[in-house]
């Protein structure tokens, strides 16, 4: 969202245009080998050979994290491309899994890429499967040119950090389901298999009709990573994306957006009709902490009249939570507990299993099976809650579901690059502008 600075670039053009610069240059050159990688991987696993080969764009915490559950799922997911802005971070990320898991670890020097141009190298490259894993603001952007380019696709959440964002999500989730592809969510609670139980009866009317929702996400702030005096701003953004609106869409699509798919679940995928809320900044005001809210509280209206309250804080020394309760009319659940108290008593004493681990089995194991799981029926929506969230506390005004899903607000720049100007600066007092309440302007 804007800053009481007003801080903006101009022109702002569509995410449409960035798209069309950023992949044109291998498009074309990419249609004959991309096609031949399909057939010959469609052969193979037609003889029985049933190696999965992927790539990994986003070589941080997340990424690499994601690409070691995919190892986990099968012994013949095997890595052989990945990228990411930064080299050492390419190279750390392949030094770390190679000890983990050497025999699913075949990424020679070649397959390397780093840059901001690095995910068209991935993408071109002979991989079945493409896991995207980085600054959240270019997800939907490298999942299209994924799908277009055919590749089955894990995104990590949240897909997108406006309304441009996610309308490009849902596009590419429906290209995929065109195309007989694979997408699978970040969203990793939809997996987990204690809130898979749970949701299930809350579903089947466990609790009775949902009158309240509270989701909870309160925790320390992500961590800052020292200013290199080579660096630029732009690299040390890069470097701290988390901390930054442009690059992450605020702390509140980075961890309540995770309760609030939960939310999303349980109303059956039904949009709110509006929201409003409240935030600011009061504990981090260091210039390392970027120019994002530390705190935020919205409430979601739904049209039968159903409220959910969310509550979103990244701060030192305070209590830290993460709950999604639910109040109907029969009882009440708490989700992450996987428990039912009223008219019916239940708890969930099934398996258990690791959800990052199980939504990378299930995604590779239904392109194994020729079934492939798309998730597109809830990624746009559910990212989209957190981004209304955000739009309610910035500007202080009730936003309605329409106004946030046809917002033209594109917080990507055009072309971006490490010698542009960045799209936030500090300000004279030495800290990055927030935006103010009030005095913020929906867009």
């Not at 490298?142 to 996610?166: L, Q, R, T």
């Not at 981090?284 to 159903?306: I, K, L, R």
């Not at 239904?366 to 506390?393: D, F």
Request: aromatic letters at 8%.
């Amino acid at each position: 969202m804007p800053t009481s600075n007003d801080i903006r670039l101009t022109p702002r053009p569509s995410r449409r245009d960035f798209l069309k610069t950023s992949t044109a240059a291998f498009g074309a050159a990419t249609v004959g080998s991309l096609a031949g990688s399909l057939a010959i991987g469609r052969s193979a696993h037609a003889t029985g050979d049933d190696t999965l080969k992927f790539g990994l764009i986003g070589c941080g915490g997340r990424g690499s994290g994601a690409a070691g559950n995919a190892m986990n799922g099968h012994k013949k997911n095997v890595l052989v491309a990945m990228a990411d802005v930064f080299e050492d971070k390419v190279r750390g990320s392949r030094d770390r899994l190679k000890k983990i898991k050497p025999d699913q670890v075949a990424v020679d020097d070649d397959h390397c890429f780093a840059g901001l141009d690095a995910y068209r190298k991935v993408i071109e490259s002979d991989v079945d499967v493409v896991l995207i894993a980085c600054a959240s603001a270019f997800h939907p952007v490298y999942m299209k040119a994924a799908v277009d380019a055919g590749k089955h696709v894990f995104v990590e959440k949240p897909h997108g950090v406006d309304g441009p964002g996610v309308r490009m999500t849902q596009a590419a989730c429906e290209e995929a389901k065109k195309k007989g592809l694979g997408v699978v969510s970040g969203l990793c609670w939809r997996y987990h298999p204690g809130v898979r139980e749970t949701m299930k009866r809350i579903l089947d009317g466990a609790i009775g009709e949902i009158v309240a929702i509270r989701e909870s996400y309160m925790r320390t702030p992500y961590r800052i990573i020292k200013r290199n005096p080579s660096w630029t701003e732009m690299q040390w953004q890069f470097r701290n994306w988390y901390h930054f609106c442009w690059l992450s869409g605020d702390d509140i699509l980075q961890s309540l957006v995770h309760s609030m798919d939960k939310a999303a679940w349980a109303m059956r995928e039904e949009p709110p009709v509006c929201a409003f809320g409240v935030g600011g900044r009061s504990s981090s005001f260091e210039p390392v902490h970027g120019d994002q809210f530390d705190h935020q509280a919205v409430v979601w209206e739904y049209a039968d009249g159903t409220q959910v309250f969310g509550f979103s804080r990244a701060q030192t020394g305070c209590y830290n939570e993460v709950t999604d309760q639910i109040l109907g009319t029969k009882g009440r659940c708490d989700v992450t507990r996987h428990r039912i108290e009223g008219e019916t008593t239940w708890r969930y004493d099934g398996p258990k299993g690791s959800m990052t681990d199980i939504e990378q089995k299930e995604l590779f194991d239904s392109v194994r099976a020729g079934k492939p799981i798309n998730n597109g029926s809830y990624m746009a929506k559910s990212t989209m809650l957190g981004i209304i969230g955000r739009m309610a506390a910035y500007t202080g005004q009730k936003i309605t579901w329409e106004q946030a899903w046809n917002s033209k607000e594109s917080l990507l720049p055009e072309n971006v690059s490490f010698d542009m100007e960045p799209p936030v600066k500090l300000g004279k007092d030495g800290l990055y502008p927030v935006p103010i309440p009030g005095m913020t302007k929906f867009a």
